[in-house]
Nanobody
Framework: QVQLVESGGGLVQAGGSLRLSCAAS????????MGWFRQAPGKDREFVAA???????FYADSVKGRFTISRDNAKNTVYLQMNSLKDEGTAVYYC???????????????WGQGTPVTVSS
């Protein structure tokens, strides 16, 4: 019944910006942490950003200062604003929900299907 649907991925030039959205349904996640992970071909899934139910945010060192995670609990939606994109940002980006240790992918209960992002130079 729970579903997470990512959107907003696509092609973008290095240095450009993109905003990803993750719409959740089936239950409210207003009291749950939400996170973004990404996986590039041939690489492991890696943590990107997370936000707790109180609004505290966490970022991977590789995206700190360039990406911003936010949430709209009225819409049951989490966003990832990506600025100053780099070539290494090319990956499938996944939305995840409900974790008590937000930087670890193994702790999340729900996952979306992912949205691809390609950064060109």
């Amino acid at each position: 019944q729970v579903q997470l649907v990512e959107s907003g991925g696509g092609l973008v030039q290095a240095g450009g910006s993109l905003r990803l959205s993750c719409a959740a349904s089936g239950r409210s996640f207003s009291n749950s942490a939400m996170g973004w992970f990404r996986q590039a071909p041939g690489k492991d899934r890696e943590f990107v950003a997370a936000i707790t139910w109180t609004g505290s945010t966490f970022y991977a060192d590789s995206v700190k200062g360039r990406f911003t995670i936010s949430r709209d609990n009225a819409k049951n939606t989490v966003y990832l604003q990506m600025n100053s994109l780099k070539d290494e940002g090319t990956a499938v980006y996944y939305c995840a929900a409900d974790s008590l240790s937000v930087t670890y992918y193994r702790t999340y209960k729900y996952w979306g299907q992912g949205t691809p992002v390609t950064v060109s130079s």
